[in-house]
């Protein structure tokens, strides 16, 4: 089902803010979920205009996620749209990319949980999930 989601990237109802020329954005199957369930999250990061390479192979890891205030993902490096090492395909801008792992959460509260991706100076939408 998460892969699906990131298949689903242009449809998303829901997307980051455009910074540069570039947006990350996350997404959740479903916003309201029961306590003790899995939530699985995809990712994007789109680069919008001319100029810029994607590096679209992996997954990659996600770093720099947040829950609810939290840093829960290694931070991010000196350039998190880079994975280091990367030795994979690479395609030129106007494109996204949704080949990141998938990162999966467990709330054991209910009420209203946050999530967000955030890249240095890129952040994504904000996620707010209601747990029942």
Known sequence: MPHDLAATYPD????GPTTDGWRISIATPHTEYRV??????AHAVEALTPGHTLHVMGPKPV???????????PPPG???????????????SPAFDTNYEITTYTFTTPGPHTIQWRLGALTSNLLTLTIT
């Open 12 to 15: 998303w109802p829901a997307k």
């Open 63 to 73: 770093h720099g996620e947040w829950v609810d205030d939290t840093l829960v993902t």
């Open 36 to 41: 003790d369930t899995p939530i699985h999250v």
């Open 78 to 92: 000196e350039d998190p749209l880079v994975p280091p090492l990367y030795d994979g395909r690479v395609i030129p």
